[in-house]
């Protein structure tokens, strides 16, 4: 059984500290500055590689820091926390997975010492499409073999950081539709190398928050066969096998939102004065802030719960979605919570407030809407009939 105690250790606390650090460095300026343009975080996300960050989950053998999915997460949750955006390098971890757990040795050889270095990004993970939407079995683009090269035609919307990685994790379809004895068979992975790629369109979407995210359009894009990670045709589990550690980061993401909230909502709060004293003795405004602190500590536990089982390889699929959900829905508590309080100033770009506001309503719907998440809970941890 896992050790599901929940202090962190010295290491643990120490990283939280360093990674806090770092992230301090970038001012609050900077991040606001980058939104109100879109740009990508180019100077950050090149010091968190620099200080090896996103290297975590790269075992050390090749390169990385060799540290579990709680320490990856424990990262995620400090950039956010401090007042940055992890959304512009998260991808990173979440994908690792499937090029460590499904690669050839000469795959990770090839890859994994260039990605921990920072001479190669892998942050663009291409599933989504605008005809299948959540059900990934239903996916169009396809990935036809001619002799030792894959040809990819189709076309993706949302696939964040494209335009600011070398590598891109893809989920294409290789069996058709109507040739496949299971619907999860039939679709690949493949690792597209994009440095001078032809036959690949993209086209940049201003989405409410700083996302670099994008639309694809795949002309007869060439893909060598060597990059087809594991087996063709296994691609779906391979991805739904990642699926748990991705819950796990993502929670973080929200869980490091919902502390900057709370930790802002009662500095402001408390010095505020209306009326003849701080808003923050309004029960009206400190309760909500209460119970968000509330949310965002019991999705924290569980966080915690879901990494500890992940870490010592037990299944922790209910874990790693419930903490998912419940860490996406405390944070926007949070944010409303503080949104609330801030009255007008939080709505003016100069406090922040609106930006993270903004960035963490995401988490309700992607990398998985939170809809999904109960249907995974109602049929899959309550056994009560399917829906899809
Ligand atoms: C900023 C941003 C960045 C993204 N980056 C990436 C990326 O890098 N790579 C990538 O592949 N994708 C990316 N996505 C896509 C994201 O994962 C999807 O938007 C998300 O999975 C939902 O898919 P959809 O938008 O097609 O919604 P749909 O599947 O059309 O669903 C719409 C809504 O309907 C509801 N719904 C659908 N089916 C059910 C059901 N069976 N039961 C109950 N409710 C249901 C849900 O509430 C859902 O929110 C990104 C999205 C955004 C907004």
Not at 184 to 200: A, C
Not at 224 to 252: C, H, Q, T, W
């Amino acid at each position: 059984m896992a050790d599901l105690t929940f202090a962190l250790t010295d290491e643990q606390r120490a990283l939280k500290a360093a990674v806090y650090d770092l992230c301090r460095q970038f001012a609050p300026e900077y991040w606001r500055e980058l939104d109100a343009k879109r740009e990508y975080p180019e100077a950050f996300v090149n010091a968190l590689t620099k200080a090896g960050y996103l290297a975590a989950l790269i075992p050390q053998e090749y390169g990385g820091a060799g540290l579990c999915v709680l320490e990856a997460s424990l990262i995620l949750e400090e950039i956010n926390r401090s007042g940055g955006n992890a959304a512009a390098c998260h991808a990173q971890m979440y994908i690792m997975g499937t090029l460590l757990r499904h690669g050839s040795e000469e795959q990770k050889r090839r890859y994994l010492p260039k990605i921990a270095t920072g001479e190669l990004r892998l942050q663009a993970f291409g599933v989504t499409e605008p005809n299948a939407g959540s059900d990934t079995t239903k996916l169009q683009t396809t990935a036809v073999r001619r002799g030792d090269r894959y040809f990819v035609n189709g076309q993706k919307i949302f696939i964040s950081r494209v335009l600011q990685s070398d590598l891109m994790l893809l989920l294409a379809r290789t069996t058709p539709v109507d040739q496949v004895t299971s619907k999860t068979d039939g679709l690949s992975v493949f690792l597209v190398d994009m440095r001078g790629i032809k036959g690949l369109e993209v086209r940049p979407l201003r989405m409410m928050m700083n996302h670099s995210t994008n639309a694809l359009f795949f002309d007869n894009m060439e893909i060598p066969a060597e990059n087809l990670i594991g087996r063709e045709g296994k691609g779906f589990s391979y991805i739904l096998d990642g699926m748990n550690a991705e819950r796990i980061l993502v929670a973080a993401d929200s869980i490091g939102d919902g502390r900057w909230f709370i930790e802002k909502a009662v500095a402001y709060s408390s010095q505020r004065v209306v009326f003849g004293r701080p808003i923050g003795a309004n029960q009206g405004v400190q309760f909500p802030i209460a119970k968000a602190h509330m949310a965002v500590e019991a999705a924290d536990l569980m966080r915690l719960k879901a990494a500890r089982l992940f870490d010592a390889g037990q299944p922790c699929g209910a874990e790693a979605n419930m903490a998912k959900y419940l860490a996406a829905e405390a944070a926007w508590e949070a944010g409303n919570a503080c949104i609330d309080c801030h009255g007008g100033y939080g709505y003016a770009e100069e406090y922040d407030v609106e930006r993270k506001f903004r960035e963490t309503r995401l988490y309700k719907t992607a990398p998985i809407n939170n809809n999904l998440v109960l249907a995974y809970i109602g049929e899959h941890v309550l056994r009560m009939p399917r829906s899809y």
